[in-house]
C-alpha cells in the first residue's frame, strides 16, 4: 500500500525534522518525492500576496460606484504575478551566495536544480517580463503605476540582494508592509482608474485601503522564519525571530492578526465602508489557528514549519473577504433598505 502523499506544509516539516530528508522509508514515514519538493519551491500559495493589492483596488472602487477597468485588471495580476516569480527566484539565489539555505532547505530551487546560472536568468527573465507589462499599464494610465512598481521592485531587491540585504538586519518586515501596502494598493487604484482620473497619487485611499491587509502579508513573512532560527543565527540574518526568541516572537502574533483586523474595521465604523466590508474576518479562524500553534509549539520547529501557510490562509482569506465584501456593499444596499434598515453606512 502505497503512503499517502504529503501536502506542501507536511512536505517543509518533514525537511525540518531530524534526519531532514533523509528520513523516511526506514522509519515507515513518507519522504517527500522530488514532485513534492518542486511543489514546495514554487510556492503556489505565496502568489495570494502579489494578486490582492490590486483586487482590493477593484473592489473599493466598485464600492464607490467607479468604473473598473477589467483589462488593466487582467495585465496587473499577470505582471504581479511575474514580479513576485523574480523576488521569489532571486531570493533563493542570494539565499545560495550566503549559504543559509544550505540546511534544511532541498526545496531551495538552487538546491533542487544545481543550477544557480539557470534560476538567476529566470528571475531577470520574470522580471523583465513583469515590468513590460507594468509599463503597458502605465501607458494605459498614468505613468505613476510604473513607478510606484519600481519601487515595490527596489524594495524588493534591497530586502534580499547585496549589498544591501536588510532582511539580515530584520528590516525585512517593515519593508513589506510598505511594499504591498501603500505602494502596491496605490498602483492598483491608479491602475484601475480612466487615464482621465490617474493624475494625482491616491495616498490617503490606499494607506487606509492597504494598511490591514499588507500587515497580514507581513505576518506571512514574519512566520516564515520560526522554523529556521538557528540556521538564521548561524549565517548572521537577524530576523525579528532571532532577534527576540521564538517565544516573544509569538507573543506578537495576536497583535498582526488584530492589527489587521483594526485597521480594516474602523473604516466601516466610522460609515466610511458598507458593513459587507466585515466579509474580511473570513480569515480569523486561521489566524486564531496560527495563534494556538505558535503559542504551544515555538520552541518545535517540525511542528511549526507550516505556521507560514496558516498565515498566508488567514491573509488569503482576509483579503478576499475584505474586497469581495467593498464590491457587494452596492449591490446588498437596496435589500437593506427594503428591509427599514435605512441607507447602507459607507454608500451614498
Known sequence: MQPAPMSEPQVVASLHAPGGSQKGSAEGGPAPDRRRLWQAAIKWPMYAVAVMPVLLAAGYRTSQGQLVRLDQ??????????????????NDVFDADTGVDQEGKPHSLVNLTGRRDRVAWFANGALALGLLLMALVALRSSPAV????????????????PPFRLSYRGLGEPLCWIAFGPLATAAGLLALAPAAEALTVPWRTAIGLGSGPALATTLVLFCSHFHQVEEDARHGKRSPVVRLGSGPAAGLVPWFVAGTLSFEWAPVLVGHWPLTALLGAAGLPAGQALIRLLREHHREPERISGSKFLALRFQALNGLGLAAGLALGPLVAPAFARLGGGPLPGLN
Open 73 to 90: 485588471l487582467v495585465i496587473f495580476l499577470v505582471a504581479a504575478v511575474l514580479l513576485l516569480a523574480w523576488e521569489n527566484l532571486a
Open 146 to 161: 510604473l513607478a510606484l512598481v519600481l519601487a515595490c521592485c527596489g524594495i524588493g531587491y534591497a530586502y534580499q540582494g
